[in-house]
């Protein structure tokens, strides 16, 4: 049961982030195939990175064709119907966010069940949840969100991540802290969009 409700999780991660690609390769007037293209890197870049890191070969999004097929999905999606997802207020930051929170908490928990450190593990998670939003924007060159200052990126998702690792450490349910982990990794995130909140920046 709970190998397919993490699997399930994965899969709307997946095709969360791989709409805010979709959506904005859209905006940079790219053809379908680099709509595809944007969409599957900004969906399997992080979990590929944690998953040669943590020796899981092949990576699940390569092994599991499920992975690529649901990204492409969401990339046909942004294409044809980007109009109405655009209707949604700042839908990219939307679905990014979305995508941040799942990836790093199931990130997270994915390292810890190979035998990671809580410590290991948190960076790792933060490393699928931000990894596929660096290549989506270097691939639209654009500097990446977590090096922005303006947004509180990064630290939501060390936040829910710590969260998942602090449950492990301490022996409790690992699907409740990582419910609790995600839902505070995205309103952080949410938050810092609605509301400006940042970090402080060298004077």
């Not at 944690?50 to 492409?72: C, F, K």
């Not at 990130?107 to 660096?134: D, R, V």
């Not at 947004?151 to 409740?176: D, F, K, T």
């Not at 802290?177 to 402080?200: D, E, H, K, S």
Request: aromatic share 8%.
């Amino acid at each position: 049961m709970i190998p397919t409700l993490l699997l399930v999780f994965d899969l709307i991660g997946i095709f969360v982030f791989a709409l805010s690609g979709g959506v904005l390769a859209v905006r940079h007037r790219l053809d379908l195939f680099g709509v595809l293209v944007l969409a599957c890197a900004t969906a399997v870049t992080g979990g590929i990175v944690r998953d040669v890191l943590i020796g899981a070969i092949p990576p699940a999004s390569l092994a599991d064709w499920r992975y690529l097929a649901t990204a492409m999905l969401a990339g046909v999606a942004s294409f044809y119907w980007h109009g109405i997802i655009e209707r949604l207020r700042n839908p990219v930051q939307l679905f990014d966010a979305a995508g941040l929170a799942l990836f790093a908490v199931l990130g997270t928990g994915k390292a810890l069940a190979f035998g990671l450190s809580p410590f290991a593990a948190t960076l790792l998670g933060i490393i699928t949840g931000i990894g596929g939003g660096i290549a989506r924007d270097l691939l639209v060159v654009r500097t990446p969100v977590v090096l922005q200052h303006t947004e509180l990126y990064a630290v939501a998702a060390l936040v829910g991540c710590g969260i998942v690792a602090i449950a492990h450490a301490l022996g409790w349910p690992q699907a409740p802290a990582m419910v609790v982990g995600a839902l505070l990794c995205f309103g952080m995130r949410f938050m810092a969009i609605r509301r400006g909140w940042r970090l402080p920046v060298a004077g």
